[in-house]
Structures are given as C-alpha cells and as structure tokens.
C-alpha cells in the first residue's frame, strides 16, 4: 500500500470555444464536499448568467468519493467527460467546473462531450501536481515520567504531534503515514487510547 497521491497544488483555468458557444473550465485542489459546495456557489454568483454549469469531482486517496454533473446537458454529455479528463490526470481532491456560455449553434452530444473534454484538459494541463501523504490519527496518553520515553519513539518514528494536553496525565494526538500504522501501534501500544 502506498500512502502518496496525487492532487493540484492551486486553483487553475481553462478557455475553449466552439461554433460560438464559450466554456470557462476551473480546476479547483479541495478535500471536502463543503469545499465543493462553495466553489460551486462562488461560480454561480459570479457566472449566474451562464446557460450551465457543469462539473466533476474526485475525493480521497483511493478516489472513493467522486460525482459528475450535466446541468442540464444531455445525459453523460458534460459531467462524465470532466470526470474522465480528472480520472486521465490521476489526481484526487479535485474539483473541475466547465461553465458554458450558449452559442446559438447547438453542438449535438458528440460535440458537447468533446467540448467538454478538452475545457476540462485545458485547465488540468495548467495544474500543477503536488504529492499528498495518506495519514491516520492516533490518541495517547502517559505519565509524566514516561514523556522522554515516549517523545523518542515520536521522534524516532518521525510522528506528527497534532495537540498536546498536560494535565493530571499527559496527552498527545499523533499523525503517521498509514503504512506505518501497525509499527507505530506496536512501539506505543501501552499509551495508545481505544
């Protein structure tokens, strides 16, 4: 299992035109669907007189959560070609909107999915790609006498200190890449809460 993958490090565009109908693309990097939501509603307001607004979206490391809109288009003639051109980059947690403005030529569905395929690609191509780890969290807890103890195998094991709480025992939320995750589990099994 690997714990890196790929997503886009900035907010990038694209411009296509096509027998006089315009697409607008934006690639957003976002890692929630509220992330998704805003920049949707954001795009609305300030293209609210466009004829749709169209989009794909790839969440998580293993790409699990992912959606693809037509607005309105025909079936799969505008969500699933974005979609396919976010699969074809390899990335995740990303987020592409294909605003199209109306030509008064209408395109049929072969040209509205290549429209839309290659608005799409044009704002990816401009994307540049950043290198995401996979982490899992984990909750401790020790006696004061044990912090050296276990501030070695933190350091060791080059873990994350998230937080940190000292009260009548000490307290830690630790990040590790997940791979790592049965090492770290067996070095600090004694403090790990369940």
Same mark, same amino acid.
């Given at each position: 299992?690997?714990?890196?993958?790929?997503?886009?490090?900035?907010?990038?565009?694209?411009?296509?035109?096509?027998?006089?109908?315009?697409?607008?693309?934006?690639?957003?990097?976002?890692?929630?669907?509220?992330?998704?939501?805003?920049?949707?509603?954001?795009?609305?307001?300030?293209?609210?007189?466009?004829?749709?607004?169209?989009?794909?979206?790839?969440?998580?490391?293993?790409?699990?959560?992912?959606?693809?809109?037509?607005? !309105?288009?025909?079936?799969?003639?505008?969500?699933?070609?974005? %979609?396919?051109?976010?699969? *074809? =980059?390899?990335?995740?947690? &990303? #987020?592409?909107?294909?605003?199209?403005?109306?030509?008064?030529?209408?395109?049929?569905?072969? !040209?509205?999915?290549?429209?839309?395929?290659?608005?799409?690609? %044009?704002?990816?191509?401009? *994307? =540049?790609?950043?290198?995401? &780890? #996979?982490?899992?969290?984990?909750?401790?807890?020790?006696?004061?006498?044990?912090?050296?103890?276990?501030?070695?195998?933190?350091?060791?094991?080059?873990?994350?200190?998230?937080?940190?709480?000292?009260?009548?025992?000490?307290?830690?939320?630790?990040?590790?890449?997940?791979?790592?995750?049965?090492?770290?589990?067996?070095?600090?099994?004694?403090?790990?809460?369940?």
């Amino acid at each position: 299992m690997t714990d890196i993958y790929y997503s886009i490090e900035t907010s990038t565009e694209g411009v296509y035109k096509e027998k006089g109908s315009k697409f607008l693309a934006f690639a957003y990097p976002v890692e929630t669907e509220e992330d998704i939501k805003n920049a949707l509603n954001t795009l609305k307001k300030e293209y609210f007189d466009a004829t749709h607004h169209c989009y794909a979206y790839i969440l998580g490391a293993n790409q699990e959560k992912w959606r693809a809109n037509d607005d !309105g288009e025909p079936n799969h003639s505008a969500g699933t070609p974005i %979609l396919n051109q976010i699969k *074809a =980059k390899g990335v995740s947690d &990303v #987020l592409v909107v294909v605003v199209r403005y109306y030509g008064g030529t209408k395109l049929g569905v072969s !040209g509205l999915i290549q429209a839309y395929k290659i608005s799409a690609s %044009l704002a990816l191509e401009e *994307a =540049k790609l950043i290198e995401k &780890v #996979l982490t899992v969290q984990m909750e401790i807890t020790y006696n004061y006498s044990e912090t050296s103890e276990v501030m070695n195998i933190i350091n060791k094991l080059d873990l994350k200190i998230i937080s940190q709480n000292f009260d009548l025992f000490c307290h830690a939320t630790l990040s590790c890449k997940k791979s790592m995750l049965s090492q770290v589990q067996e070095a600090l099994g004694n403090w790990i809460k369940t």
